[in-house]
Every structure is written in C-alpha cells, then in structure tokens.
C-alpha cells in the first residue's frame, strides 16, 4: 500500500499521531505490546514428566524391589539415580524454554512517539497499531512500522534476516508478494537504527509482528529426541518386557515344581534385579558429561547432554553464512583504477595485510583510497586486542583497506580537514564531503556510492600519472560487472582534486565536476579455517549446506571459496523464492541436492531442517541471529554462536561455539562420535552380566537346584562393576580414523545383530563357568556360602578380561594400548580389592551371605575368566566388524 492507504487504514494522522483516549481503547482491544508467555504446564506436570520413560519405571521397579526385600542402602541408590536423571531432564527443559523469554525481552524497550500531536516517551509495551513512532539513530524498533518519512535510515536487521550490511529504507511502494528481507519501506520490531532517522506507523503489534511470528515458530519447533535416547528408550521397553516374561516364566515353573512360593518369589526377584541394568542410566550421564569436559576444552559449550552423541550421528550441517562461515567483517578483496586491478590479502577490521603491487596505481589508487577512507563516518578502534568496529561496515571496510597502504585516519582528518557533507541517501546513491587540504589551502571534494551514479556524475578519470582523461564509461561499468559477478560489492570513488574548477558543494553543482579515481569490491571473507573444516566434514560423510538471509551471487561466492560449489553443479544456489515456486514433490529433492540456499526466511529456514529430518537426516544447524531460533530449536542438534549470537539463539540451541569458528564443529563432531562410541562399550560390556545373571537364577529353577546367586550378591555385582569398571570405559580415548567413517546410521539399531550375537556368547560363558564352578565347590564339600561367593566371583573376573576387549569394538585389546587409560586400570584394582572385602570381611559376609574361599577356588575361577578372554578374543578375530 502507499503510506496515505496505510493511514486510512489504521486511522491515524501522520502529523499528530493518536490521541490518548484513542491509544488507551486500543491497548484495552489489541492488548499490550508484548510476545505471549509459554502455557507452562505446571511444576508438578514437568517434574512427573520427567520420570515418563520405559527405563525409569524398570529403575522404579528395581528400587521398590530391593526396599521390599530389605536393601535399603541399594535401593536408596537405585532410587537417587532416577532423580538425578530427573532433574538433568528438568533443567534442560527450563533452558530450552528460556529461549521464548528472551524473545520476549528483545522488544522490551523505551519508544518516542506521537501522541496528540506531541512527542512523549513511553514503555513500547503499551504502542498499539496506528501510533506514529519516531525512529533515531541507535534506537532499538519497538513495533513493525510502514515508514511515513525518513532522513537517510538505515537499519541493521542482521539478526532478523541475515543480511550482513544494514539496509538503506525509503517510502516508496513495493509489488505484492516482496520477501520480508526486500520490504524497504518497513522496519521490523526487535532490530536495530544503523544510522538516520524516520517516523513510522505501527501496523503489527506484539504477536503479529514478524519477531512474534518467530516465536511462534520457536514454540512450535518440536525438540527432537537424540538417536540415543530414541535407541534406549526402543531398547528400554523391549528390555522392560522380557525381564517381566522371564520373572512370570521363573515364578511359574518353580509353582510347578512344586518349590516354595517364598523361595520361587525370592528366586523371581533375583532374577529381575540381575536383568536390571542399574548403572546404565548412570553411566549414560557420566560419558556425555565426560564428553562435554573434553569439547569444553576444544570451544565448544554444551548445554544439553544428549546433545554429545547427536553430534557423532549428523549427516547434515545447514550452517548460516554471515558470522559463522564467514568473519562478518566487510574486507575491500580487490581494487580497481583505470590502468590496473590489485588483490588485497588480509581480512577482517584488523589493518593487517597489503595491496599488493600497490606501486602501479599511483595517484589514481592514492585518491581512490584517500576518497574512501576521508567520505566516511565509521571508526574502527583496538580493544583487548580486538578490532572493532562503530558505523557502517562498508565504510569500516575502505577505512582499513586505507590503513594497509599507510593512510591513517587520524592523520587523513588532520591533513583534509571536513568542512561540509552531502550524506548518503537511497535516493541519492552517493555520500560526498568537502574538505580543505592544509598544504595548499585550496578545496578537494572526495566522493563514493554506487557505481552508475558515480560514473554519471564524472567528466573525466585519473591515470595512475595523475593526468586527467576522458571518461571510459563502459569500460568502468563492465569491471564492476565482473567484480559484482564475483559476488563482491562494489562501490566507485571519485574526487573533484584541488586544481580543479570549484563550482561549489551541493547536489546540483556537484555533477559533471568530479574525476573517477577507481572502484572498490569487498566481500564478509570467510572464515580461515571454515575451508578445511568444510572438506573434513565432507571426508567424515557429513554433507554441508549454506542457508543465508543474504543475496544469492554473495552467497555462491562465498560458498565457492568454501568447497561448496563447483562449477559442474552450478545448480545448487537455490533462493526462498525458487522454494516458494516449488510444487511439494519438487521440494525435498531441491533440497537434497542444493548445497546454498539464499534470502530464505525464518520460516523457509524451518521447514528445510524439517524437510531434512523427513529423509531420514540427522540435522544440524548454525546460526546467530533471532532468524535462526526456530531453525536451531527444530534441529536434532543447534549450535549458536557465543560472541555474535543473539541470547535467543543461545537459548534455543544444544550447544554454543565460544570462538564463533565454524571449524570447531568438526571437533565437536569427532568429540560426539567419540562418547557415542564409549557409550556403545558400555553397553555391550554391561548387557551380558545382566542377561547373565538372569539365566543363571532361571537355569536353576529350571533344574529345581539351589540359586547359585542371592539378590543381595546380584545387586553387589551390577552396582561395583558399573561404578569401577564400567564407567572407566567413558574415559577410553577416542579411536584412530573416527573421522573417516560415515555418520552412524541413525535408524540403525542400538544393538545390531553382531552386538546381539556377542552378548549372548559372553552371556553363556558367564553362566557356564558361574554354574560349573558352584557346583564343582558346592559337590566337593564347600557350604552353600562358599559356593555361592565363588560364582560371583566368577561373574566379576570375566566381567574384567571382557572389559579389556571392549576397549575396541572391532580391534585387539594389545593393538590399541594397555596402558592408554590409565584410570581403568585403577578401577581393575579397586574392584579387585572390594571383592577381597567381600569374600574376606566378616561384615560384609555377615550382609552379603558370602564366606572366606581358598587359592585352589582363585586358580578355578581366574582359569574361567582366561579362558571366556580367549573365546572372545576368537570371536573377535574371526567377526571383526562389530562396530
């Protein structure tokens, strides 16, 4: 619409604004200005829920089992386990929701407006649709305003859109259907005044404003769960059943047999306490805490467990350009005058690097330089060895481009000191300032914008001599041509030098008086690093997507130094307006095949990760800005940036870059598949005690002999070995090629068939040697006691040499070092020592109804536990592909 309909519209008056009676109804109809809150469910529906998972009520069960029969102390630990997992799963709920606070904070601010003709100060929450707001520089926008009148705005909506340099505004009307990142004539709530002023009228309030359709899209985006706690769960409930059967199953054949019903309950009980795996909830969080301390270390904060072994699933990275893959410091690349083009090294604010052959550009580069560096308005300053930046990022870009051929800005200012400026406007497409140069007293005019417009207004162009020259127009116009098809921005400079005719300073003399002195292209270079990263995911089968706010020749540029582009697949840039044209069937497989995507909307962004996930992807996404929230709340895994990141990307995300560098994902990434790794060890060292001891006491209700285990030794076993030896195996370094392997399939199962085989065979020597050292000590004259310490004995030395095999799923204990983790083998000792205390201690024997053994029955079981190291070690030779 024009701005008059808008006014209509709304009813407002573009002078006077509002009336105060007419805001006040206003406020009562449309309420406050303000994102709505989360419908929270309440304290006690998000604590219960956090207890709702197949493996907590076997946990549950385990622990009321052993209060019932008297343990109090095991049942106190059982029990201690399900709420320390409880309250893990709380705090990473609360966080994630922290991310619509933040949200909600963002427009919270103080805004001018016009209300009954005068200007007033009020709270932005109470601005409702019509008022009349005024805009200055470094105001933060309140509300979505259509723009009424402006004087040379400019906004920084890189937080909304992506859009690495603030955006010129203006009044005019725009076609239907215009991106949100293109409607010039709009300012958006939540982003920032770059430079300017204006006056706007608020046409969308609160939750109907494009800050509030993000939050919505943040409060939709389902948080997904992990491949490993979908596989845990999946693993929990078929673990829940057959623990269940096999207890019925135990109970009822001993009914049969005719046993006592205390006995067979007792036997049942025993059963499913040694089905029960305690310790791998535990030992679950330990590893991912581990993990986190590790990837602390290498700059990457993690702020959702589960979040560590995602990583070590992810098959597709969408990361955002500006901040992440790039530096988001504007960097002059090349230079341009007419005699010659230079290469310019070094990037970012910091004035390291050259122009290289600087020498051939003479007076023209001198002044093409001094035009950029002197009709310019930002300062770039050092602080805690940081180069920052205040004003415009293009103007900083010509400031420090100037600084490498030794044009300081102090001494610039000091030499050419500004008397008068013409500012830069849409319309006007130029900026030029009037300065005098102090050698000769005499006026010098120093000028740049956009290339037609600068050109239109020469009469002539300076050689690298000096001399001035007619004018080559179409040369001038065809090298920005080819530098803007570089996806560089371009900018032209010129001078009215101080031997020329002094027609005067305004916009009608100015025209035909100045002299073309070159062009300047810059870029946001990418980071140095982020090329390597790139090709390492590539190598480790993650594939890479760019997903930008940006214009598309920018982002193919950039994604071309990246690795991401070549010219066999230009086809592979891909814009939000291509996405919209789209017919469904079309859509996933652009997708698939893209690898830029350009000036796509939060909402575009959203339904990629979803799109992605629907493939069967493992997804995830970078990003900085409030833009990427939804995006990075949707993806099985989001990582923000720390130093550039907006407090509302932090909060939606699983883990946040401290050095902002997108190489450090890749360590991430190996850090990820490293603790899924361990995690997966543990599992398969752990499940064949359990299953173990399970058969054991089912074998004996079986043959209605004496259980060779009591509940009380089953729960000894399960939660020593967990604690000393299990857990030593999150401590396991990672193995060597972890990066050149695939991603895990994340539909693969937990526990595949090689897994499956492996535990049952370690399984059936624990219960062969279990029950055939019982029995040889129990018919050779040991009481009942002594037979049983034995067989547990047994369970907790093969337990020890099967630890040392999975070390490595796939190699020989001896191939990767013994020594190489330290701290197992402490917990090898300690172990040892409580089985010691266990077997040699009268309290404990008192407590456990265990007894004192001799040396022969030692021999007879460390001869149990060489020979299970052997079979394994076998099996392992011969099904070497178990990882």
């Known amino acids: 619409m024009s701005a008059h309909e808008v006014v209509l519209l709304l009813e407002t008056d573009p002078q006077r604004g509002l009336s105060s009676a007419e805001a006040t109804r206003r406020r009562e109809r449309y309420g406050p200005n303000v994102l709505p809150a989360a419908g929270g469910g309440g304290l006690l529906r998000r604590i219960l829920r956090q207890f709702h998972n197949p493996l907590i009520y076997v946990l ?50 103080e805004a001018r407006v016009i209300r ?70 709009m300012v958006w709530s939540g982003t ?146 007419p005699d010659a083009e230079f290469e310019v090294t070094g990037s970012g604010y910091r004035p390291e690097g050259e122009v290289r052959d ?49 044009i300081d800005h102090g001494r610039l200012s000091a030499d050419y000191p500004r008397r008068d400026t013409i500012p830069f406007d849409s319309k006007r497409q130029y ?60 900018l032209a400079t010129a001078v009215r030098p101080p031997d020329g005719p002094d027609d005067g300073f305004d916009e009608v003399a100015l025209p035909g008086t100045l002299v073309l002195t070159g062009l300047q292209a810059m870029l946001d270079p990418p980071r140095s690093a982020a090329a390597p990263a790139v090709r390492a995911c590539h190598s480790a089968g993650i594939d890479v997507k760019m997903i930008t706010g940006d214009h598309a020749a920018t982002a193919g540029a950039v994604a071309r130094q990246l690795g991401l582009l070549d010219s066999e697949r230009p086809d592979r840039v891909v814009t939000g307006t291509d996405l919209e044209e789209l017919p469904a069937e079309g859509f996933a497989e ?20 979803e799109t992605l996930q629907q493939r069967g992807h493992v997804v995830a996404v970078t990003g900085d800005g409030v833009n990427d929230a939804p995006a990075l709340r949707q993806a099985n895994i989001g990582i923000a940036m720390a130093r550039s990141g907006t407090e509302v990307a932090k909060e939606a995300a699983d883990m946040v870059l401290t050095d902002d560098d997108f190489a450090t994902i890749e360590a991430a990434v190996e850090e990820g598949r490293g603790v899924f790794d361990n995690i997966t060890k543990f599992i398969v060292w752990t499940l064949p005690t359990n299953l173990g001891e399970g058969l054991v006491v089912l074998v004996a209700i079986l043959l209605g002999a004496t259980l060779p285990l009591l509940p009380t030794q089953i729960l000894w076993i399960n939660m020593t070995t967990a604690v000393l030896l299990g857990l030593m195996l999150a401590f396991e370094p990672k193995e060597r090629g972890i990066m050149r392997r695939p991603p895990r399939d994340p539909d693969r199962p937990l526990l595949t068939g090689a897994v499956v085989i492996r535990i049952l065979l370690v399984a059936t020597l624990l219960v ?73 201690l009268p309290p404990m024997n008192a407590i456990f109804g265990t007894a004192p053994i001799g040396p022969d029955v030692w021999l007879r079981i460390l001869a149990v536990g060489v020979v299970s190291a052997v079979v394994v070690a076998v099996d392992k030779r011969l099904r070497p592909n178990l990882g």
């Open 60 to 109: 549950i069960a385990a622990g009321v089992v052993t209060a019932v029969l008297g343990e109090y102390v095991d049942s106190a630990v059982i029990f201690a386990v399900v709420l320390i997992n409880a309250g893990i799963g709380y705090a990473q709920e609360s966080r994630a929701e922290a991310a619509l606070d933040s949200l909600r904070s963002m427009v919270r601010t």
């Open 116 to 185: 009954d003709g005068e200007l007033r100060a009020i709270s932005s929450d109470d601005l409702v649709p019509g008022d009349l707001v005024v805009l200055e520089a470094g105001d933060k926008v309140p509300v979505d305003l259509r723009l009424v009148r402006l004087a040379e705005l400019r906004v920084d909506e890189s937080a909304l859109t992506g859009e690495s340099v603030p955006v010129d505004k203006l009044e005019a009307e725009l076609p239907v259907g215009t991106p949100v990142a293109d409607r010039r004539n």
């Open 192 to 337: 920032l005044v770059a430079a300017g002023g204006g006056a706007g009228i608020a046409v969308a309030t609160g939750a109907e404003t494009e800050l509030g359709q993000i939050h919505r899209l943040v409060g939709a985006a389902e948080v997904l769960a992990t491949p490993l706690t979908r596989k845990l769960a999946r693993f929990s409930k078929v673990l829940t059943v057959i623990i269940l059967v096999l207890a019925a199953v135990t109970f009822a054949v001993g009914l049969l047999r005719g046993q006592d019903v205390v006995e067979t309950f007792t036997a049942a009980v025993a059963l499913a306490v040694g089905a029960i795996p305690e310790g791998l909830p535990a030992a679950v969080t330990i590893t991912l805490a581990i993990g986190v301390t590790r990837m602390a270390r290498r700059r990457a904060v993690i702020r959702r467990l589960p979040a560590i072994e995602t990583l070590g699933s992810t098959t597709v990275v969408c990361s955002d350009k500006t901040g992440t893959l790039t530096e988001n410091q504007m960097t002059v690349r090349a230079l341009w005058t």
């Open 358 to 406: 600087a020498g051939r550009g003479g007076a023209a580069l001198r002044w093409s330089l001094l035009a950029g560096a002197g009709c310019n308005d930002a300062r770039v300053r050092e602080q805690d060895d940081e180069w920052l930046l205040a004003g415009d990022p293009t103007e900083g870009a010509m400031q420090v481009v100037a600084a490498k051929v030794g």
């Open 431 to 490: 900026m030029a300032t009037l300065h005098d140069e102090r050698s000769t007293g005499r006026a010098v005019v120093l000028a740049k914008g956009g290339v037609e417009r600068i050109v239109s207004m020469c009469r002539g162009e300076m050689g690298a001599d000096g001399e001035i020259r007619p004018l080559r127009a179409d040369t001038a116009l065809r090298a920005a041509e080819e530098l803007a098809g570089r996806g560089l921005r371009v």
């Open 590 to 609: 652009a997708v698939d095949r893209a690898a830029v995507f350009a000036r796509v909307s939060p909402e575009q962004k959203l339904r990629l990760v």
């Open 768 to 840: 062969a040697g279990a029950w055939w050292v019982f029995q040889w000590e129990y018919s050779n004259g040991a009481d009942v006691a002594q037979a049983r310490t034995a067989a547990m004995n047994v369970f907790v030395v093969v337990e020890t040499f099967y630890l040392f095999s999975c070390r490595s799923l796939t190699r020989s204990a001896w191939r990767i070092g013994f020594f190489t983790n330290r701290l197992l083998l402490l917990g090898v000792a300690a172990q040892a020592l409580c089985q010691l205390a266990i077997t040699y």
